[in-house]
């Protein structure tokens, strides 16, 4: 459990770091390959926050194991739904022109 802690701990500091490089040259490539890593790393970032919290929950209420199986069991349900939606989402993206939804992009 300790890695899920270290990973949610740096991983948002490798997000604003990818930012920081992506923001040096803008081309349409680079706008997909943005747009797709902002889409994926906000969902991981919220799914191991998650994580993170659900683990606390199931340590406060005594390592109880049926808590440990409803709040699993959910997460594994929200953890499918997030991937079904970012796979339809991102698809669904080569036809959108992304200049006009990145700032910084010329119309």
Do not use: P
């Amino acid at each position: 459990m300790n890695s899920v802690f270290l990973w949610h701990r740096y991983f948002g500091a490798f997000c604003i770091l990818m930012t920081v490089i992506m923001n040096q040259s803008v081309t349409d490539s680079v706008r997909a390959f943005w747009f797709r890593w902002e889409m994926l790393s906000f969902a991981i970032s919220i799914l191991t926050s998650e994580l993170v919290l659900l683990s606390w929950i199931y340590i406060i209420y005594d390592r109880n194991f049926k808590i440990a199986l409803s709040l699993g069991s959910l997460y594994v349900m929200e953890v499918a739904a997030v991937i079904t939606i970012l796979g339809i989402s991102l698809r669904n993206l080569e036809g959108v022109k992304l200049s006009t939804l990145c700032l910084g992009g010329s119309s």
